[in-house]
């Protein structure tokens, strides 16, 4: 099965940029989305197809994807920004969804 | 707006099968496919599968399959998940969400808290 690898964590002051990783094999070929959620609150899409952003998503949040690694950036980090953070993409061999592990956005 | 509301908390017996509705509004129910995921307490997403609700198909992901059956009735514009033979690592939120685009999930459904105790 196809697996996505995020780091547990990522720490950054605020108004520094955070990019949060997610690596896998080939992953530059397919559309990555990624999700926010902080707790007790649903996923929210912050980034879908590698690098769209969805209405009401501020710039700060930007995205790429090349051969194996993806990447969410966010720029001027605030204290808001605190979450959980999963990449997403579609397994075309197996016709299955994978979600990676989960990196948790610490703002010091 | 756009929206998915999941049906409240639940506490079931290991054994058990447990039903979570989504009802979707705002939109065309039938032009998206209506995926389920799962999230133990303190853990990651697990994906669970897909409904086409146009024409009912499935896909379930392996670890679920002959226990899992996700339904649509369309004419209330809601999804049903259903999961059975309950064990304790069954408890999670179970989260209904909406498939747009890319595949990305746009829209998702607040939880629903299941929690499978004898």
């Known amino acids: 099965s196809y697996v996505l690898t995020q780091p547990p964590s990522v720490s950054v002051a605020p108004g520094k940029t955070a990019r949060i990783t997610c690596g896998a094999n080939?992953?530059?070929?397919?559309?990555v989305h990624w999700y926010q959620q902080r707790p007790g609150q649903a996923p929210l899409l912050v980034l879908y197809n590698d690098r769209d952003r969805p209405s009401g998503i501020p710039e700060r949040f930007s995205g790429s994807n090349s051969e194996n690694t993806a990447i969410l950036t966010i720029s001027g980090v605030e204290g808001g920004d605190e979450a959980d953070y999963y990449c997403h993409v579609w397994d075309s061999s197996s016709d299955h969804m994978v979600f990676g592990g989960g990196t948790k956005l610490t703002v010091l | 707006q756009v929206q998915l509301v999941q049906s409240g908390a639940e506490v079931k017996k290991p054994g058990a099968s447990v039903t979570v509705s989504c009802k979707a509004s705002g939109y065309t129910f039938t032009d998206h496919y209506m995926h389920w995921a799962r999230q133990a307490p303190g853990q990651g997403l697990e994906w669970m599968g897909w409904i086409n609700p146009n024409n009912g198909d499935t896909n379930y992901a392996q670890k679920f399959l002959g226990r899992v059956t996700m339904t649509r009735d369309t004419s209330i514009t809601t999804a049903y998940m259903e999961l059975s033979r309950l064990r304790s690592d069954d408890t999670a939120f179970y989260f209904c969400a909406r498939a747009a685009r890319k595949g990305d999930f746009d829209v998702w459904g607040q939880g629903m808290l299941v929690t499978v105790s004898s």
């Open positions: 080939n992953i530059g070929s397919k559309s």
